[in-house]
């Protein structure tokens, strides 16, 4: 038996929070968390991973960056004006409908709709993974802020690979084949 608090592909479903347009000029980092969260996004896709995307009031921050929105695959989407996702209009009841209970979380802002989310959904009774590597603020200390918040309530800490590499569970596959080709 695996540990509960390794992500396992039938149980674990990955969620993009806000990564919009607006925070192209404001993000110093933003093209590495475009790339990490491409390669989760690619990667959701090879395992067959559902996938949920929310936007926080797109008429005023845009639509999701382009590079983003270019890979992903089939996917549940939510408008938002609320910051946490829980609050969006079908959100929790879309996520139960997937019947898994890990959730991979990436996006922005840490401090605010990321740490709101990833709150709430623990408090729903989710098991939460949130990813260093995938997750940005405006100002790097309420990145810090949000992730210390995050992983003391209970959140599990990660990065891209070692949640692809856990999911993934072993070498030699052909899954495994295809994840290592997007993080080389």
Same mark, same amino acid.
């Given at each position: 038996?695996?540990?509960?608090?390794?992500?396992?592909?039938?149980?674990?479903? %990955?969620?993009?929070?806000?990564?919009?347009?607006?925070?192209?000029?404001?993000?110093?980092?933003?093209?590495?968390?475009?790339?990490?969260?491409?390669?989760?996004?690619?990667?959701?896709?090879?395992?067959?991973?559902?996938?949920? %995307?929310?936007?926080? *009031?797109?008429? #005023?921050?845009?639509?999701?960056?382009?590079?983003?929105?270019?890979?992903?695959?089939?996917?549940? *989407?939510?408008?938002?004006?609320?910051?946490?996702?829980?609050?969006?209009?079908?959100? %929790?009841?879309?996520?139960?409908?997937?019947?898994?209970?890990?959730?991979?979380?990436?996006?922005?802002?840490?401090?605010?709709?990321?740490?709101?989310?990833?709150?709430?959904?623990?408090?729903?009774? *989710?098991?939460?993974?949130?990813?260093?590597?995938?997750?940005?603020?405006?100002?790097?200390?309420?990145?810090?802020?949000?992730?210390?918040?995050?992983?003391?309530? #209970?959140?599990?800490?990660?990065?891209?690979?070692?949640?692809?590499?856990?999911?993934?569970?072993?070498?030699?596959?052909?899954?495994?084949?295809?994840?290592?080709?997007?993080?080389?």
């Amino acid at each position: 038996m695996r540990h509960p608090r390794i992500l396992d592909s039938q149980q674990a479903m %990955l969620l993009i929070v806000d990564v919009q347009e607006s925070f192209r000029k404001q993000l110093k980092d933003l093209d590495l968390l475009t790339r990490n969260i491409t390669i989760l996004a690619e990667a959701a896709k090879i395992l067959k991973i559902p996938v949920m %995307l929310s936007e926080q *009031y797109p008429q #005023g921050l845009g639509k999701t960056i382009a590079e983003i929105s270019a890979c992903l695959g089939e996917h549940k *989407y939510f408008e938002k004006t609320a910051f946490s996702c829980c609050q969006a209009k079908g959100f %929790l009841e879309e996520l139960e409908g997937f019947g898994r209970k890990q959730v991979i979380v990436c996006g922005i802002e840490a401090h605010v709709c990321v740490n709101q989310t990833v709150h709430e959904l623990m408090a729903n009774g *989710y098991t939460v993974h949130i990813i260093k590597d995938a997750i940005a603020s405006r100002f790097e200390r309420n990145k810090e802020l949000g992730w210390e918040k995050m992983v003391s309530s #209970g959140a599990v800490p990660s990065s891209v690979e070692m949640a692809l590499f856990e999911m993934l569970a072993e070498s030699g596959t052909e899954p495994f084949k295809a994840v290592q080709r997007l993080v080389k």
